[in-house]
């Protein structure tokens, strides 16, 4: 009797032992696989094996290896002895594994929130890699309903895009004139609205005056404030970089010869100006638009992607590693994205999950989109914009708005303060007349992006009102 519990006791600890090292092996080859998925985004696994990810890879798969070896020669020595331990082991494993799975992916699939590209999340994080063909599939419909419902911002093949003349807003909070500028009525021709003087206004979001209507914008409360003495044009586009608004400049201001041009901006312009692609930039859905992107050649000022890829032709591309220029954009870090070859493992939670806990997804030290680069490339752009005013015969107001992410503290700081202070450019800065009044007054309370809201745009307007009145003087 003894005997017979004795030889069960040590077939049981037979098949534990067994099916423990089949469950170290497949662990084993489940951190071996994720270390090769991660490697492969660097593009060359050759070049990438002296890595952390790399040493990682060659250490799980030698492990796996061995421990497939000891697995294997014990079960062959069982086998001859005729025992079916490695066979009830396998089997055992088989039906834990199975059923581990099956229901770790339903719950994943049932815990996880919005099932797109950008903001597939699983409590507060964020699942990789992200899926280029549910990008490509959100912005194929986006570019259909446009050309049945003409939209407020449009291609352009200079700027990226632009405000579309005589056009509304879908929220029918904007409209543009005849030239295509924000304006208060649809469709006016502000070039028949001239003054004794003329002040262009230069910038993104900020200066468009999102989410505000016209009258609220701190353009228009500009010209509350001198009375009407100068015309106020709002060249601002939602969106735009430093770049892009050195482009508007001389695109579209500069042949209307203002007397001044107000350049504003705000610190992520300078970052922006370091991308490629507006789906990258804004991942809601609104630009699907190549944009500009300049680079310093011998320390001269030079588009490289000219001409700009069309949104047809950028959501025709089977990946997004094979878009032209993808490395110059600041937004694009190649280990986010899912790659050809490895669809049917993208599906899977579990294996989303396990990427995305056991691979930090830190971004490739591209010499491209680097902090120096983008201060180096930001400053020509400045200068540049400057000089161009000034040889028009126009005085420049180079204006740093500050936002609700910048706290409206550690003004020293800010990229756009560093920026300025070594280019050595006169500048005006509202950090400190705006940080007196409380983020609640300044910004808008829903989710609308930060922007000012009304309270926002009359501070801006007041901080600004003096350095406009001096800078009209003769």
Avoid at 150 to 164: K, N, Q
């Amino acid at each position: 009797m003894k005997s017979r519990i004795q030889a069960h006791d040590d077939r049981i600890k037979g098949v534990g032992l067994v099916t423990g090292g089949i469950f170290v092996l497949e662990g084993l080859a489940v951190v071996s696989f994720l270390s090769l998925y991660r490697i492969s985004a660097n593009g060359s696994v050759a070049d990438s094996l002296l890595s952390i990810w790399g040493l990682m890879f060659i250490g799980a798969l030698a492990g796996a290896a061995v421990l497939a070896c000891i697995i294997g020669l014990t079960c062959y020595r069982q086998w001859r002895a005729g025992s079916k331990k490695c066979l009830l082991g396998l089997a055992m494993n088989v039906l834990v594994v199975g059923t581990m799975v099956l229901t770790a992916e339903v719950a994943l699939r049932l815990a996880a929130v919005g099932d797109t590209a950008y903001d597939t999340k699983l409590g507060k994080y964020r699942l990789y890699p992200r899926q280029w063909d549910k990008v490509v599939a959100t912005y194929k419909a986006v570019l259909a309903k446009a050309q049945l419902h003409p939209t407020y911002l449009v291609s352009d093949e200079t700027l990226g895009w632009t405000v579309a003349p005589n056009r509304k807003s879908e929220n029918g909070l904007y409209v543009s004139s005849a030239e295509g500028l924000r304006s208060a009525v649809q469709g006016v021709s502000l070039k028949d609205g001239a003054r004794a003087c003329r002040i262009a206004l230069v910038g993104d979001s900020y200066t468009f005056g999102e989410n505000v209507a016209f009258e609220d914008t701190w353009g228009s409360q500009l010209d509350h404030d001198l009375q009407e003495r100068c015309q106020i044009l709002n060249f601002g586009v939602i969106g735009y970089g430093i770049d892009q608004m050195y482009l508007r400049y001389l695109q579209d201001v500069r042949s209307w010869h203002p007397d001044m041009v107000i350049f504003a901006f705000i610190n992520a312009d300078l970052e922006r100006a370091m991308g490629s692609y507006g789906f990258l930039l804004f991942p809601d859905g609104r630009f699907p638009f190549t944009k500009p992107r300049f680079v310093l050649k011998d320390d001269q000022l030079e588009v490289i992607n000219r001409p700009l890829l069309s949104p047809h032709k950028t959501f025709a591309s089977t990946s997004i590693h094979d878009l032209p220029f993808i490395n110059y954009d600041v937004d694009y870090a190649p280990a986010e994205w899912d790659r050809p070859g490895w669809e049917f493992f993208n599906r899977s939670y579990i294996f989303r999950v396990l990427y995305t806990c056991l691979h930090p997804l830190d971004k490739l030290d591209r010499p491209e989109t680097s902090t120096s680069e983008t201060m180096r490339l930001n400053g020509a752009l400045l200068l540049k914009v400057q000089q161009a005013i000034i040889d028009d015969g126009a005085r420049p107001l180079i204006v740093l708005l500050p936002t609700e992410w910048d706290r409206l503290e550690g003004v020293d700081e800010k990229l756009g303060v560093k920026l300025l202070n070594s280019t050595h450019i006169t500048h005006v800065d509202l950090t400190a007349c705006m940080k007196p009044f409380a983020k609640t007054d300044l910004f808008n309370a829903q989710n609308t992006g930060g922007h000012y809201s009304i309270r926002g745009n009359r501070e801006a307007a007041n901080c600004l009102i003096e350095d406009v009145k001096l800078l009209m003087r003769p």
